[in-house]
């Protein structure tokens, strides 16, 4: 099976056209032609955490600090809701006081006040104690993701610092609270960091499908040069073979797990412009448009070129929306739809 995965993962040219092909066809037949859409909100880049590639880590001193007020997210989350889009995701940064957790929770009653059930919410707030995470669900979160970066504890810990804010047993709790609690849970990783090899990234696949995961976003490292990481730069793949590696890696997953929803993430488009584009030709169904207003797109730098594009309006989202249906007749997109995790509903 590794193996099989390991020669899948470096198919290039015509048989890696044939695999993502196959990878979409497979989606079709399983999950349907519809893309969903999730309307993303980067409510804050307060970070507890350190780790070694990420721009917002807490000792980059550079990052400056951010949380959305409670009416400034209202005021985004009314957007989405008039740009026509009923899924949200609240991104943050990972922060455990009582004063952060109170406040999410108080943007979650508020949006199911207003808006009832139109709305689905799914969290990435990080770990969190398991109290914490069914607080969140009570007050209406759906939905929650968490990646686990790496599925070997050793590599995990090579790009992580060694102590006790970081630990991958702590990681991999988390997400069988989550589980416990009801969530549709996704999790993921990244894509060739330096340290990483074709095996590892094979691992991982069949970890997620270990985890019975029911949503996955994992894509290219991307190096920040304010973050330790960047200094084994020299190790990386050219930006074209992590390109690749991230969409063959969708269209190997979307093998193992025909029913989830998989994201054409970010980091794609970071190395290709059509990157979300060829993600779901090869087998992803989700793509996420940011909504969190551009003056805040400096400050939550994960990696270096991390797209700039925004969305408040129907208009802007109705654009992107035809752009992605002329890159593939089989799209269908309405973005009214939840796009719950037909894997989860299966349950
Ligand atoms: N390159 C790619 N992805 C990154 N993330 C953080 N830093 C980077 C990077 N340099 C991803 C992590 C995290 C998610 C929010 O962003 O996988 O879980």
Not at 47 to 68: A, E, F, W
Request: hydrophobic fraction near 35%.
């Amino acid at each position: 099976m590794l193996d099989e995965i390991v020669n899948a993962l470096n198919l290039r040219g015509e048989e890696q056209r044939a695999l993502h092909q196959k990878a979409r066809a497979l989606t079709i037949k399983n999950v349907g032609a519809n893309i969903y859409l999730r309307a993303l909100i980067e409510f804050s880049n307060i970070c507890k955490k350190d780790c070694y590639y990420c721009g917002i880590r807490s000792s980059n001193k550079k990052v400056s600090r951010y949380q959305l007020s409670f009416q400034r997210t209202m005021e985004i989350v009314e957007n989405i809701y008039r740009a026509g889009i009923n899924s949200i995701v609240i991104q943050s940064g990972e922060e455990q006081s009582e004063n952060f957790i109170k406040e999410i929770e108080s943007i979650l009653y508020a949006i199911k006040d207003r808006y009832a059930d139109d709305i689905r919410v799914t969290l990435s707030c990080g770990e969190q104690s398991k109290e914490c995470y069914h607080r969140w669900f009570l007050a209406g979160a759906k939905r929650y993701l968490l990646r686990f970066e790496s599925s070997s504890e050793k590599i995990y810990n090579t790009i992580h610092p060694n102590n006790n804010n970081h630990n991958f047993n702590a990681r991999l709790n988390s997400l069988k609270d989550l589980k416990d609690i009801g969530y549709q849970v996704g999790s993921g990783f990244m894509i060739g960091f330096p340290g990483q090899r074709i095996e590892d990234i094979a691992n991982d696949l069949l970890f997620l499908k270990m985890l019975d995961v029911d949503m996955v976003g994992m894509g290219p490292y991307i190096e920040h040069r304010d973050t330790p990481l960047y200094a084994r730069k020299e190790e990386l793949l050219s930006p074209s073979e992590r390109l690749s590696l991230g969409l063959n890696s969708i269209a190997v997953l979307r093998q193992l797990m025909k029913d989830i929803n998989i994201a054409s993430t970010t980091a794609l488009e970071s190395l290709h412009p059509q990157g979300k584009i060829l993600g779901l030709k090869a087998g992803a169904n989700v793509v996420m448009l940011n909504f969190t207003y551009s003056e805040y797109e400096d400050k939550y730098s994960l990696y270096e070129n991390k797209s700039k594009a925004r969305f408040a309006s129907y208009d802007s989202v109705k654009r992107s929306l035809e752009q992605i249906s002329i890159a593939d007749q089989s799209f269908i997109i309405d973005p009214k739809q939840h796009g719950d995790s037909l894997h989860y509903k299966m349950k």
